[in-house]
């Protein structure tokens, strides 16, 4: 079974400012990994995922997250963030193997950006 | 660009009652899910759906819920007697083959 650890509840960051938010994971097999954004009102939208290959991926909207195998952790990172990043950021895994494997979220960390 | 849409966005009900929560998942999707979040905690999976049957369910998922594709189009979420705890926002999520899970605005479920 897996697990996923957001440290950070909340993280209020000035506009224009850089910022991470922590996600470290436990599994015993090979995991995909998400990062899901909700704004507002609104649903879960994929910002960006790794499934192989290079370990640092993009969105488009310059966030970045870089997968630590040995650290087990996927972070997300901007160098300046906006106040439309403002929104609540979950990080999730799901296993490799299994077909219709379900996803195991993190409990979130909620961004909020301040002019 | 397609879109997993949820109906209603807000539901009231009172406890023993049954519900009935909607889902229309991106049209050439094949595999379906149900995520629940109660307040302050986890987005918690529910059930997968694929080939018009379950495929996994979580120990949350007992007796009294049951989910259904009736037609070609939507796909439902049945509680048949509402607890206070069932009490939270209800996802759904829908999949074709990739191994990207496309998420609806979800569907707040209050319970009194």
């Known amino acids: 079974a897996q697990s996923v650890t957001q440290l950070d509840s909340q993280v209020p960051v000035f506009e224009e400012a850089p910022v991470e938010l922590r996600c470290n994971y436990s599994?015993?097999?090979?995991?995909?990994l998400f990062w899901y954004v909700q704004y507002p009102n609104q649903g879960l939208q994929l910002l960006l995922k790794?499934?192989?290959?290079?370990?640092l991926v993009e969105s488009i909207n310059g966030f970045e997250a870089e997968f630590n195998k040995s650290q087990t952790s996927f972070h997300l990172r901007k160098p300046s963030v906006h106040i439309s990043d403002t929104a609540e950021y979950f990080c999730?895994?799901?296993?490799?193997?299994?077909?219709?494997?379900?996803?195991?979220f993190g409990k979130g960390t909620r961004l909020s950006v301040i002019a | 660009e397609p879109e997993v849409t949820q109906t209603p966005s807000h539901q009231v009900t009172q406890m023993g009652q049954e519900v009935i929560l909607r889902c229309v998942p991106i049209?050439?999707?094949?595999?379906f899910y149900w995520y629940r979040q109660i307040l302050g905690q986890k987005v918690e999976f529910l059930v997968s759906?694929?080939?018009?049957?379950?495929?996994?369910k979580s120990e949350i998922f007992d007796d009294q819920f049951s989910v259904e594709r009736p037609d070609g189009s939507n796909f439902t979420l049945k509680i048949r007697s509402t607890k206070l705890e069932d009490s939270a926002m209800y996802f759904c999520?829908?999949?074709?083959?990739?191994?990207?899970?496309?998420f609806g605005p979800g569907t707040r479920l209050t319970v009194l």
């Open positions: 790794y499934l192989s290959g290079s370990t």
């Open positions: 049209s050439n999707h094949l595999y």
């Open positions: 999730a895994v799901s296993d490799q193997g299994s077909g219709n494997t379900p996803l195991v």
């Open positions: 599994s015993s097999v090979s995991v995909y």
């Open positions: 999520a829908s999949r074709r083959n990739t191994d990207t899970q496309y």
């Open positions: 759906f694929y080939n018009n049957e379950i495929s996994e």
